[in-house]
């Protein structure tokens, strides 16, 4: 068990269970874009281990960038969200790949999407590492996601809890207390 903070976690996805659906969705994108040189958009902060683990197990050329956004505690109504970081080159027909660490209530892949096809790209997918599907707001298609969890926080491997946490190499949940 771990404490941040005020709160308590346990063990919830071991680290080698995340390495073997990592690998799992490396498979099929190194199936789907053979000679296609994509370019992966990590979303910060929360995908950077995520992403360095993936990109390791890529057998097709592709480029990566990163790119942050306002948190979802930041958006208006109309669920826009607010770009911190960009994506500096040019996307336009190219195919993308959003690689997002977590998809909750799916807002922010949902905003983000129509903003990669303005700028005219070729095709643009979401490799997310997690989903939880019961919270989903919003219609989002995930042609790429590596695990699909029940409706509760957790931490590690790049997920935080008010910013910490991000470093345990395993996922952990939260202790209802
Ligand atoms: P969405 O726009 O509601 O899908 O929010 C997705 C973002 O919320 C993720 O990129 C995470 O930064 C954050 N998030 C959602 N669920 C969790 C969780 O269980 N732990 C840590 N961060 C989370
Ligand atoms: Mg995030």
Redesign the pocket.
């Known amino acids: 068990m771990i404490t941040i903070k005020d709160k308590q976690f346990e063990p919830f996805i071991h680290h080698t269970q995340i390495e073997e659906r990592v690998e799992k969705l490396a498979e099929k994108l190194n199936k789907d874009y053979q000679g296609k040189n994509p370019i992966l958009i990590a ?1 910060l ?3 950077f281990m995520f992403a360095a683990d993936l990109v390791r197990k890529l057998t097709f050329d592709h480029e990566i960038q990163f790119a942050k956004f306002s ?2 505690e930041g958006m208006d109504t109309t669920g826009k969200v607010k770009e911190l970081i960009g994506v500096s080159i040019d996307v336009k027909d190219r195919d993308i790949i959003i690689v ?11 905003s983000l999407i129509p903003k990669f096809i303005e700028k005219g790209v070729r095709s643009v997918e979401i490799a997310t590492l997690l989903m ?1 599907p019961g ?1 989903l ?1 919003v219609p989002l298609q995930v042609k790429y996601c590596a695990m699909e969890i029940p409706n ?4 590690g491997y790049g ?3 008010d910013g910490l946490g991000r470093n345990y190499k395993s996922i952990y949940v939260v202790k209802e207390s």
């Open positions: 979303i902060n929360g995908a948190s979802y997002e660490d977590i998809i909750d209530t799916g807002t922010t892949m949902h939880k919270k707001r509760e926080f957790i931490v997920l935080d809890y």
